[in-house]
Nanobody, 123 residues
Framework: QVQLVESGGGLVQAGGSLRLACAAS????????MGWFRQAPGKERESVAN????????YYVDSVKGRFTISRDNAENTVYLQMNSLKPEDTAVYYC????????????????WGKGTLVTVSS
């Protein structure tokens, strides 16, 4: 069983930056592909950025390309999401996710979810 705990959310002005972190429990972190998803009020949850087990492959939704960077530290059992040039439309609850399958568009299914961290971007 993998438990995921997100941190780093908060309130930031448009144009600012935040770094989210997701700490995973257990010894099998490096065997999981990881992702960040987000859900804004009244909208469906969407995949934002995914990374394969080694960090060699990543996927980003078009709306965050060039602004967000996903990375992972397998020694620390942690995955990060660096968010720059934030926009009000980035406001959402951000969830960390882990899965066993990875394709050209990132995670193919999610086996474990974190509880989420709220990111609010003011204009």
């Amino acid at each position: 069983q993998v438990q995921l705990v997100e941190s780093g959310g908060g309130l930031v002005q448009a144009g600012g930056s935040l770094r989210l972190a997701c700490a995973a429990s257990g010894r099998t972190f490096s065997s999981y592909h990881m992702g960040w998803f987000r859900q804004a009020p009244g909208k469906e949850r969407e995949s934002v950025a995914n990374i394969n087990w080694s960090g060699a492959n990543t996927y980003y939704v078009d709306s965050v390309k060039g602004r967000f960077t996903i990375s992972r530290d397998n020694a620390e059992n942690t995955v990060y999401l660096q968010m720059n040039s934030l926009k009000p439309e980035d406001t959402a609850v951000y969830y960390c996710a882990a899965g066993k399958l990875f394709g050209v568009r990132g995670l193919l299914g999610v086996d474990h979810w974190g509880k989420g961290t709220l990111v609010t971007v003011s204009s």
